[in-house]
């Protein structure tokens, strides 16, 4: 990898224009021309609307596995009076989610949730996953008789929530509730939400705190085997506090969902998206199913769910010749960095052959707790897709969610011939 290169002076309506042009059809589509122009302005870019941006994948996963850069917590979220996406009540909820915890509290919530997703408890859950991608895929066969269907509404939308909801225990009538709630209240993690987008995500995020507060106060009443359950039982022994106690187990059963629902979603719409794009790896992937660990991977690679994540300098530092105030933002562009061509040969490729490194799941002390069930759930239903359904071929332009953070692709129309 070449030493990381400091930023020329940049154009504020360039960049301005570039995130504009990330949010149009053709930018949702294929993202990468622009993140090019992106990454030619330099390693890291100062940003028209304060802090800076990280293009490569070097910078980045630095920034990302350090242990003394910050996330945005409640705290320093409370300090940005003036804008209006911080101050949200949207935004201070997820100020309290694990991913926006810093230390020490971070840590204190880590050690007590321990490794939710081992090898021991995935086993577990593998036949519940394989049992639940056989059912979507009975009813998307079925409906592939017919005509054309939607695989994100049919199957990549399903599976998560089913698959979250089956192991906190949450009746199965509140799947789609949940579901259409956390699309809403993305909005607030988004770059530049519009005051409607606030308003819909502020008005979601107050019925998921009014569902997960109900949902804890009645696990605490009447304790099993969940998990919720599991972890009013830990925090007992070390908070005396019940309310306090009470308010972590909330904030860690909400998180569990919102990243649970939206980011494994696009992972399983994105794999099949790029495969059917790619009808030679496909059939290849057919005859060498061994193999499908390395397309979930590429496919974290190649379209992550996440383009952009957050962290803030703990103190004035210097990155690529560029000084970061302390407190400022840096806005880590995973999407851009993982087509970085100083760390991969041909990055702008989809190739399940490639088994390179990706920040998919960030990195560090943040890194994703669930990323082994969302890497399960890929491998379950691609396994399923390979043995049942050859012919597959999409049937119409797929449509994203005009984002930039948060991919999410809205339809995947396919048809079996």
């Given at each position: 990898m070449q030493p990381a290169l400091a930023a020329a002076p940049v154009d504020r309506r360039s960049v301005v224009s570039l995130f504009s042009r990330l949010r149009t059809a053709d930018g949702q589509s294929n993202p990468l021309p622009l993140y090019a122009k992106l990454r030619a302005m330099g390693d890291i870019v100062p940003a028209p609307w304060g802090g800076h941006l990280v293009t490569s994948?070097?910078?980045s996963h630095q920034l990302l596995r350090s242990r003394s850069w910050r996330v945005p917590d409640r705290g320093w979220r409370a300090r940005q009076v003036d804008a209006a996406r911080w101050s949200a009540s949207a935004s201070r909820q997820m100020g309290g989610t694990m991913p926006m915890l810093n230390q020490p509290h971070h840590t204190?919530?880590?050690?007590?949730?321990?490794?939710?997703?081992?090898?021991?408890?995935?086993?577990?859950?593998?036949?519940?996953?394989?049992?639940?991608?056989?059912?979507?895929?009975?009813?998307?066969?079925?409906?592939?008789?017919?005509?054309?269907?939607?695989?994100c509404a049919r199957v990549s939308e399903e599976l998560p929530v089913i698959t979250i909801g089956e192991w906190l225990q949450i009746p199965p009538a509140d799947y789609a509730l949940l579901r259409s709630l956390t699309h809403d209240q993305v909005y607030t993690q988004e770059l530049f939400p519009t005051p409607s987008q606030l308003s819909l995500s502020d008005e979601s995020s107050r019925q998921l705190h009014e569902y997960f507060t109900s949902l804890v106060k009645e696990r605490r009443?009447?304790?099993?085997?969940?998990?919720?359950?599991?972890?009013?039982?830990?925090?007992?022994?070390?908070?005396?506090?019940?309310?306090?106690?009470?308010?972590?187990?909330?904030?860690?059963?909400?998180?569990?969902?919102?990243?649970?629902?939206?980011?494994?979603?696009?992972?399983?719409?994105?794999m099949v998206r790029l495969l059917l794009e790619h009808p030679r790896q496909l059939n290849w992937l057919?005859?060498?199913?061994?193999?499908?660990?390395?397309?979930?991977?590429?496919?974290?690679?190649?379209?992550?769910?996440?383009?952009?994540?957050?962290?803030?300098a703990p103190e004035d530092t210097e990155l690529a010749g560029v000084t970061v105030r302390k407190n400022e933002m840096v806005q880590i562009m995973v999407g851009a960095a993982h087509h970085d061509p100083d760390h991969f040969a041909s990055p702008e490729v989809f190739d399940i052959s490639r088994r390179a490194s990706h920040l998919s799941f960030g990195g560090g002390i943040h890194y994703c707790l669930g990323n082994a069930l969302a890497r399960l759930e890929a491998e379950c239903l691609l396994t399923g897709l390979l043995e049942r359904l050859p012919?597959?071929?999409?049937?119409a332009p797929p449509v994203w969610e005009p984002r930039v953070a948060f991919r999410r692709l809205i339809t995947l129309p396919v048809v079996r011939v």
């Open positions: 994948f070097g910078l204190r919530v880590r050690r007590l949730v321990g490794n939710v997703f081992d090898r021991r408890s995935l086993a577990g859950m593998r036949t519940s996953v394989e049992q639940t991608t056989d059912r979507l895929l009975d009813r998307f066969e079925e409906e592939l008789r017919h005509g054309p269907a939607d695989f009443r009447n304790p099993g085997d969940d998990p919720v359950s599991s972890w009013l039982r830990a925090w007992d022994m070390q908070e005396p506090d019940r309310e306090a106690a009470d308010e972590d187990v909330y904030f860690l059963t909400l998180f569990m969902v919102l990243a649970a629902l939206e980011t494994t979603a696009h992972v399983l719409s994105s057919r005859v060498h199913p061994e193999q499908i660990p390395d397309a979930i991977e590429e496919t974290l690679r190649h379209d992550p769910p996440i383009h952009m994540i957050s962290r803030v012919g597959l071929r999409i049937s």
